[in-house]
């Protein structure tokens, strides 16, 4: 990618950088704003890998930056494509990286000592139908980000409702849970733009991932966190991933719909009675690769516990294993 393509002046003060994954989604949104004191502010800045440090320092000396200029790394969430490059940032430039106080406590769980999560995750994965090789393969494919996500940055902590100050305006933190616990959203109201992080994207539905020990129904607290920014008025919204978008409200709304739908989906499919590892591999089908199911996995088991909390279907245990079976309706 050449650096035109990559660093988007989006308006005065205020750059896009497409910093590049290894992944489908090929890129991350980073947010570069210029403060009134001529430092400047870091939002997600992206996974680390080597391309990625080499899109840094390339779009720092386009613009005539040096990292000493870099005041604060403010995050919407802890996923390490957005969080990843926090430590290497700190490491450079001494600024302290902003992420909400859940937030911290999921890095901690994901990639602090023996990363607790990855046995969590897996144990719950097998409680669900998946089969215990798969998941010894799973295991080490979570560990393997360990290196994409170090060193680990000191991390400061964002309350809801704080105002973070980005490109000189104070944004209100808006807690936005279900693609993330503790997921954070930066508004403000005077200008009318956001910055949504995966809570909201355009043409993406953001993954929603029930993850132990976490959210009880993560399902249910994204669809209740995009009706409570749906009426936000938004001019200019500037999602982690693919390009800044008008047209918030309507996206939210959408993505509502759009869990509606596939919980609707779900719900016809548990007629007949299935473990969440089956219901995924029908909805999903046998082609993903081990880091699309665990995702496709994992947002099947959020659907499932909605669908349980609404009362829709039933869960019972049969030999060891989760069971889902539709309620039959009058
Ligand atoms: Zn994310
Ligand atoms: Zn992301």
Not at 219 to 226: C, D, K, Q, T
Not at 260 to 273: G, I, N, Q, S, T
């Amino acid at each position: 990618m050449s650096h035109s393509t990559t660093v988007i002046a989006l308006r005065e003060g205020l750059w896009q950088i497409k910093v590049p994954l290894p992944f489908p989604l090929r890129w991350v949104n980073s947010y570069l704003l210029r403060e009134p004191d001529g430092s400047l502010t870091v939002i997600d800045p992206g996974l680390r890998t080597e391309a990625a440090e080499a899109l840094w320092n390339e779009a720092l000396e386009g613009l005539g930056f040096g990292y000493d200029r870099i005041s604060q790394v403010v995050l919407t969430h802890h996923h390490p494509d957005h969080y990843g490059m926090a430590g290497w940032f700190q490491e450079r430039t001494g600024a302290p990286v902003y992420l909400s106080e859940t937030g911290i406590g999921q890095v901690r769980l994901l990639w602090g000592d023996g990363q607790p999560m990855t046995s969590l995750l897996t144990g719950l994965f097998v409680r669900h139908g998946m089969d215990a090789a798969l998941c010894g393969e799973l295991a080490k494919h979570m560990d393997s980000f360990v290196p994409l996500v170090s060193p680990q940055p000191q991390l400061t902590a964002l309350r809801a409702g704080d105002r973070v100050r980005l490109g000189g305006t104070a944004y209100e933190a808006i807690e936005t849970p279900g693609h993330a616990a503790g997921h954070l959203c930066f508004y403000d109201a005077q200008t009318r733009e956001i910055f949504c992080g995966d809570h909201v994207l355009p043409q993406i539905s953001p993954n929603v991932s029930f993850m132990p020990g976490v959210e009880d129904d993560p399902l249910g607290a994204y669809m209740a966190s995009l009706r409570d920014v749906a009426p936000l008025p938004v001019e200019m919204a500037y999602p982690g991933h693919r390009s800044p978008f008008a047209g918030f409200g309507r996206r939210a709304e959408e993505l509502v719909r759009h869990h509606e739908e596939r919980l609707e989906l779900m719900a016809d499919k548990l007629h007949e009675p299935m473990t969440a590892y089956e219901l995924c591999r029908d909805t999903f089908g046998d082609r993903l690769t081990l880091h699309q199911l665990r995702f496709a996995m994992a947002e099947t088991i959020a659907h499932t516990v909605r669908l349980a909390v609404e009362g829709r279907v039933t869960q019972s245990e049969r030999e060891g294993l989760i069971v889902y079976e539709a309620r039959d309706e009058g």
